[in-house]
T-cell receptor, first 115, second 116 residues
Framework: EPEVTQTPSHQVTQMGQEVILRCVPI?????FYWYRQILGQKVEFLVS????????KSEIFDDQFSVERPDGSNFTLKIRSTKLEDSAMYFC?????????????FGPGTRLTVL | AQSVAQPEDQVNVAEGNPLTVKCTYS??????LFWYVQYPNRGLQFLLK??????LVKGSYGFEAEFNKSQTSFHLKKPSALVSDSALYFC??????????????FGQGTTLQVKP
């Protein structure tokens, strides 16, 4: 079965630093997502992306966050100035149609630790 | 507001016994419901989904789930648990009345522990 991959698996950074989390979605998928899970809390939606545009974002996804598909294979999440509360597991996902009932394929996650 | 609740942080069952992992939801429209499983160091893996039709949905690895509209529940079940089923299970919902962008609302997850 095809897989979504994410790098790095663990990122440690100092507060105020910029981080870029990388994802390689499944090759024929067109819809991309980022979710995060703060330790002990629910998995939360951050953003969805299609056709080089954000199609929906949550209130968490403020001006400190941005997403990009810099080439035909990667999908990145950038946090410009990290805060302690950004420490979480970040999951990338992709789907082929983007429909509400569509199955999403999730990556293994990047654990971000902000010190 | 849309929400999903998984009332049990952990479920313990003996191998060979039936298992149930509970999920209830709240949406404004009709729900699309999903179960995902997470093994250590792996991404969320799709198990099954309910869109419409038969209330009993069959999925991967012998799992099934029953949609109950009156109780707003979508409990995950398996007739005979395996030790290898031990993992973290997430229930998720998409409210069809909220557009078509594919955003999922997740429950907090339930750890299933199957003992030999």
């Amino acid at each position: 079965e095809p897989e979504v991959t994410q790098t790095p698996s663990h990122q440690v950074t100092q507060m105020g630093q910029e981080v870029i989390l990388r994802c390689v979605p499944i090759s024929n998928h067109l819809y991309f997502y980022w979710y995060r899970q703060i330790l002990g809390q629910k998995v939360e939606f951050l953003v969805s992306f299609y056709n080089n545009e954000i199609s929906e974002k949550s209130e968490i996804f403020d001006d400190q966050f941005s997403v990009e598909r810099p080439d035909g294979s990667n999908f990145t999440l950038k946090i410009r100035s990290t805060k302690l509360e950004d420490s979480a597991m970040y999951f990338c996902a992709s789907s082929d149609t983007g429909l509400a009932g569509d199955r999403k394929f999730f990556g293994p996650g990047t654990r971000l630790t902000v010190l | 507001a849309q929400s999903v609740a998984q009332p049990e942080d952990q479920v313990n069952v003996a191998e060979g016994n039936p298992l149930t992992v509970k999920c209830t939801y709240s949406v404004s429209g009709n729900p699309y419901l999903f179960w995902y499983v997470q093994y250590p160091n792996r991404g969320l893996q799709f198990l099954l989904k309910y869109i419409t039709g038969d209330n009993l949905v069959k999925g991967s690895y012998g799992f099934e789930a029953e949609f109950n509209k009156s109780q707003t529940s979508f409990h995950l079940k398996k007739p005979s648990a395996l030790v290898s089923d031990s993992a973290l299970y997430f229930c998720a919902v998409r409210d069809t009345g909220s557009g078509n962008t594919g955003k999922l609302i997740f429950g907090q997850g339930t750890t299933l522990q199957v003992k030999p």
